[in-house]
């Protein structure tokens, strides 16, 4: 089983030289990256010469748009699986040994996403540790696109990325486009699951970036509900677990988190209701 990478990556350096680290240590060595660069200028040629000769990389470059720079790689891809991890993420040394592995045990699921965990191995975001079809009521809570993975024809039905959607999107929606990618494939009928026992890392973000992130990414997310027609007592629920943040975090003297899920509120508001 053959793996292809699709990284896109603007102004990381450091962060890229630690990826490319990781993937030369894998066990499963049948994979290519493509590494979609979004910056003005050379900075990525020395990082990526000293791995020339250790797998395959092909270097393209795309204006500015996560979901842009995917859909121009995409057409690089080659890979009987295709994989989206980001330039600040690092795939542990029997990843895709194991992706690799659930695929020929599982040949009736069509893709499947891992767990998240930070530098400490504690698991990110609210991912939980018992495995379970991804459906389009959990897609919400068990998808990033650092952790997913997709056979071929999952990729060749569903086509490309959003571009309205994701970080460098000419729109107010910041992210999304990797909930919506899933709900497409699972509206084709595509079988996904969700693998926590394989994981990848990611750095964990501080309470200033998650202030400046809060409302746009809150906003693809309210977009893509509506995009897909989910009910109303849907973004209801997802609207009360901001509030009730906002509240917890005013109650024990944690404003920061406080403003955080204020901004998450008012952003998944405002995508829910934006037209066009």
């Not at 504690?122 to 997709?150: D, Q, W």
């Not at 677990?241 to 403003?259: D, H, V």
Request: charge should be positive; aromatic fraction near 10%; glycine fraction near 8%.
């Amino acid at each position: 089983m053959h793996f292809s990478l699709i990284l896109a990556t603007r102004a990381r350096t450091e962060e890229l030289e630690h990826f490319l680290a990781a993937l030369d240590a894998q066990t499963a060595r049948s994979f290519d990256l493509v590494v979609v660069d979004q910056n003005e200028d050379e900075r990525l040629l020395p990082v990526l010469a000293p791995y020339r000769e250790r797998f395959p990389i092909r270097h393209i470059r795309s204006r500015p748009g996560l979901s842009r720079a995917r859909n121009v790689a995409l057409r690089h891809a080659t890979g009987d699986v295709v994989a989206f991890p980001d330039d600040d993420c690092l795939y542990s040394a029997d990843l895709l040994e194991g992706a690799a592995v659930y695929f020929e045990h599982h040949p009736r699921t069509h893709g499947i996403v891992v767990r998240p965990i930070g530098e400490d191995g504690a698991t990110l975001l609210s991912y939980r540790r018992e495995p379970a079809p991804v459906t389009p009521l959990n897609v919400f809570g068990r998808t990033i696109s650092y952790t997913m993975f997709f056979r071929r024809e999952v990729v060749a039905a569903v086509g490309d990325f959003d571009e309205s959607l994701g970080l460098g999107a000419q729109s107010p929606w910041g992210a999304g486009e990797d909930i919506d990618y899933p709900i497409r494939a699972l509206h084709r009928g595509f079988r996904l699951a969700y693998v926590p026992e394989l994981t990848v890392m990611h750095p964990r973000h501080g309470d200033e970036r998650a202030l400046q992130r809060a409302f746009s990414y809150a906003a693809g997310f309210g977009r893509v509900c509506r995009k897909h027609g989910y009910p109303a007592w849907f973004m209801g629920y997802h609207l009360c677990r901001s509030l009730a943040g906002t509240l917890i975090g005013l109650s024990t003297g944690r404003p920061a988190k406080a403003r955080v899920h204020w901004r998450a509120l008012r952003g998944k508001l405002y995508g829910w209701a934006a037209r066009g």
